[in-house]
């Protein structure tokens, strides 16, 4: 984790601005070999996957589901889950 002390500079903070890559070097220096590993493997991730869309994402778009309903059932209305699944019986025996 980084500590407020080297983070703060980075921010612009302090009396000086020490630059990303300068604080992650100053806190590598003193972390121990397990979060090292660590952080090795989320560099690499962080370096392999998808860079993400800039921009707000179109929104998703569902399925008519109650399209999909008319298809199979037409406009018979079935009042609870039981009679659906006893009726799609009836069309195997």
Request: overall charge negative; cysteine-free; hydrophobic content about 45%.
């Amino acid at each position: 984790m980084l500590n407020r002390i080297a983070f703060a500079p980075v921010l612009g903070y302090g009396a000086f601005v020490m630059s990303t890559l300068e604080a992650l070097k100053a806190e590598i220096e003193t972390a121990p070999e397990p979060l090292l590993r660590q952080a090795y493997d989320f560099v690499v991730f962080l370096k392999t996957r998808e860079p993400a869309p800039h921009g707000p994402s179109a929104p998703k778009r569902w399925p008519d589901f109650a399209a999909r309903r008319r298809e199979i059932f037409g406009d018979a209305v079935q009042p609870d889950s039981q009679s659906v699944l006893d009726h799609l019986r009836e069309d195997r025996f």
